[in-house]
């Protein structure tokens, strides 16, 4: 499609600026997500985008004149394609007037320049509407079409709907008959017995302190038991790169599925020089993930903001991903009281965008550092944002036993009868003292009790979790741990 001539009269001149303001620092190349022929469309543009990537690439950490033309000695096309466009003259005169503290400038004026060229491909007036967007950002722009196209779905297409709660149960009967209301299934038996799934339309919590397992219990209680069933799932996380998710996500494959460690476990997955028999168990997880019918996406996501959020899981909700898990949800500044304001507003933007979207989505969080001192954990345990609790549907909250726990706690189970049947029958269970141990607590539950709660055995060294049995915590508001 032939781009009009408005959208494309200043697009050398945006793409130069950012392109040559690369040359200045070329470090920053890898900070910005652009892709040469879809981000980067004009014939000089491309070339010398182009040329930065392979220097980069290479090694290069200065493109000076001596650099740029070691680079291109041996390669006589691109040289001379440089030497046609003015040599490192023109690269010279260009970055003289560009400085590389405008470089996020020069890049917000790029990725304006395309998100409107994009509107215009998908049958957007936005020629018409140029004065208008002249001193917006793409941001802004983004959000005047999602107004417009909220306002006529609320004035036009949404409307209040009132249906008489005495009478039609008979379809209502069917559907729960079929199990239909019960969520997305969950790894520990027990938890997924308490909660009935992880639900959609629902935001659900899942809290410990600090460095205490949140994310590897996320892994093994949600993201297994979904992909086997076939369900898509997609992280979106803001602290752990792409390498630390795949190895959590590999590993915790590979000590619950496969049960063939060969002497692995996460210390040595980070420290690596693995054995053949290892290497082979490492693929053989990776082949199991490539097995399942269902995906895990992932999104790194460079900070808290909730806009950015919120598009991503729109996004990904069309293209057919029904669960979200976002690691970690807190304030930009959790120092500042507004910023706690605004973590609860986030909590309340994401349960609405569960609704609207008819999706499943689940946030990690930390509970406040005064918990630590808590045996029982409730809600007064979040810190200074307790209202994000009132949006949620379900909450969990854990905790690691103490070694005097370990010795003094006795779990149970219930007894089970000829048939397999659970009887009303308590088994006590007692604690292996050398092993590592949770309890799960669910302070808020919309779908059944939030009580007694959950002992779990614990090895984030092999990212394994399993039931133990229930256990009825006594509340401690006013004892430290």
Same mark, same amino acid.
């Given at each position: 499609?032939?781009?009009? %001539?408005?959208?494309?009269?200043?697009?050398?001149?945006?793409?130069?600026?950012?392109?040559?303001?690369?040359?200045?620092?070329?470090?920053?190349?890898?900070?910005?997500?652009?892709?040469?022929?879809?981000?980067?469309?004009?014939?000089?543009?491309?070339?010398?985008?182009?040329?930065?990537?392979?220097?980069?690439?290479?090694?290069?950490?200065?493109?000076?004149? +001596?650099?740029?033309?070691?680079?291109?000695?041996?390669?006589?096309?691109?040289?001379?394609?440089?030497?046609?466009?003015?040599?490192?003259?023109?690269?010279?005169?260009?970055?003289?007037?560009?400085?590389?503290?405008?470089?996020?400038?020069?890049?917000?004026?790029?990725? %304006?320049?395309?998100?409107?060229?994009?509107?215009?491909? %998908?049958?957007?007036?936005?020629?018409?509407?140029?004065?208008?967007?002249?001193?917006?950002?793409?941001?802004?722009?983004?959000?005047?079409?999602?107004?417009?196209?909220?306002?006529?779905?609320?004035?036009?297409?949404?409307?209040?709907?009132? !249906?008489?709660?005495?009478?039609?149960?008979?379809?209502?009967?069917?559907?729960?008959?079929?199990?239909?209301?019960?969520?997305?299934?969950?790894?520990?038996?027990?938890?997924?017995?308490?909660?009935?799934?992880?639900?959609?339309?629902?935001?659900?919590?899942?809290?410990?302190?600090?460095?205490?397992?949140?994310?590897?219990?996320?892994?093994?209680?949600?993201?297994?038991?979904?992909?086997?069933?076939?369900?898509?799932?997609?992280?979106?996380?803001?602290?752990?790169?792409?390498?630390?998710?795949?190895? +959590?996500? =590999?590993?915790? !494959?590979?000590?619950?599925?496969?049960?063939?460690?060969?002497?692995?476990?996460?210390?040595?997955?980070?420290?690596?020089?693995?054995?053949?028999?290892?290497?082979?168990?490492?693929?053989?997880?990776?082949?199991?993930?490539?097995?399942?019918?269902? %995906?895990?996406?992932?999104?790194?996501?460079?900070?808290?903001?909730?806009?950015?959020?919120?598009?991503?899981?729109?996004?990904?909700?069309? =293209?057919?991903?029904?669960?979200?898990?976002?690691?970690? +949800?807190?304030?930009?500044?959790?120092?500042?009281?507004?910023?706690?304001?605004?973590?609860?507003?986030?909590?309340?933007?994401?349960?609405?965008?569960?609704?609207? =979207?008819?999706?499943?989505?689940?946030?990690?969080?930390?509970?406040?550092?005064?918990?630590?001192?808590?045996?029982?954990?409730?809600?007064?345990?979040?810190?200074?944002?307790?209202?994000?609790?009132?949006?949620?549907?379900?909450?969990?909250?854990?905790?690691?036993?103490?070694?005097?726990?370990?010795?003094?706690?006795?779990?149970?189970?219930?007894?089970?009868?000829?048939?397999?049947?659970?009887?009303?029958?308590?088994?006590?269970?007692? =604690?292996?003292?050398?092993?590592?141990?949770?309890? +799960?607590?669910?302070?808020?539950?919309?779908?059944?009790?939030?009580?007694?709660?959950?002992?779990?055995?614990?090895?984030?060294?092999?990212?394994?979790?399993?039931?133990?049995?229930?256990?009825?915590?006594?509340?401690?508001?006013?004892?430290?741990?």
């Amino acid at each position: 499609m032939i781009i009009p %001539k408005e959208l494309n009269q200043n697009r050398k001149i945006i793409e130069c600026n950012f392109v040559l303001a690369l040359y200045l620092q070329p470090e920053l190349i890898p900070d910005y997500n652009i892709e040469n022929g879809k981000d980067i469309i004009t014939e000089d543009g491309m070339f010398y985008y182009g040329l930065a990537q392979n220097m980069y690439k290479t090694g290069y950490k200065t493109f000076d004149h +001596m650099s740029i033309y070691e680079y291109l000695s041996d390669k006589e096309v691109l040289r001379n394609g440089f030497e046609r466009r003015g040599g490192y003259n023109s690269v010279q005169e260009i970055t003289n007037l560009l400085s590389i503290s405008n470089i996020d400038v020069y890049y917000q004026e790029l990725i %304006k320049s395309n998100l409107l060229i994009n509107l215009n491909k %998908k049958g957007f007036p936005v020629v018409d509407n140029l004065d208008k967007f002249k001193d917006m950002s793409a941001s802004d722009i983004y959000d005047y079409y999602e107004y417009l196209l909220s306002s006529i779905s609320l004035r036009q297409i949404e409307k209040v709907h009132v !249906v008489n709660l005495s009478e039609g149960y008979d379809k209502f009967i069917e559907q729960w008959d079929k199990g239909k209301d019960v969520g997305f299934p969950i790894s520990s038996p027990l938890l997924n017995y308490q909660l009935l799934g992880i639900h959609k339309k629902e935001l659900t919590l899942l809290l410990a302190n600090s460095g205490k397992g949140k994310t590897t219990a996320a892994i093994g209680l949600f993201i297994l038991p979904n992909i086997e069933k076939g369900n898509s799932i997609a992280v979106i996380a803001n602290e752990q790169d792409e390498s630390m998710w795949r190895q +959590m996500l =590999l590993s915790t !494959v590979l000590f619950n599925k496969l049960k063939s460690v060969s002497g692995l476990s996460r210390h040595k997955m980070l420290t690596g020089k693995f054995t053949g028999d290892q290497k082979q168990d490492l693929k053989s997880a990776a082949n199991w993930l490539e097995e399942q019918s269902g %995906k895990v996406q992932f999104c790194d996501m460079p900070d808290y903001n909730i806009t950015t959020i919120k598009k991503t899981i729109t996004s990904l909700s069309k =293209l057919g991903v029904s669960i979200f898990i976002v690691d970690t +949800m807190k304030p930009a500044n959790d120092a500042s009281d507004k910023a706690w304001g605004e973590f609860s507003e986030m909590a309340k933007e994401l349960f609405l965008l569960s609704k609207k =979207l008819n999706v499943a989505i689940i946030a990690t969080a930390q509970l406040s550092p005064e918990s630590a001192s808590r045996k029982f954990l409730d809600v007064y345990c979040i810190g200074k944002s307790k209202a994000i609790a009132e949006t949620s549907g379900a909450i969990m909250m854990f905790r690691h036993l103490t070694a005097e726990e370990k010795s003094k706690i006795k779990p149970y189970k219930y007894q089970r009868d000829a048939n397999g049947k659970p009887t009303n029958i308590k088994e006590l269970i007692t =604690l292996n003292p050398d092993k590592d141990y949770i309890m +799960m607590f669910t302070p808020k539950n919309r779908y059944g009790a939030v009580d007694p709660q959950i002992v779990m055995e614990f090895n984030m060294a092999f990212n394994t979790m399993k039931d133990v049995g229930w256990y009825e915590c006594p509340y401690d508001v006013f004892k430290a741990r």
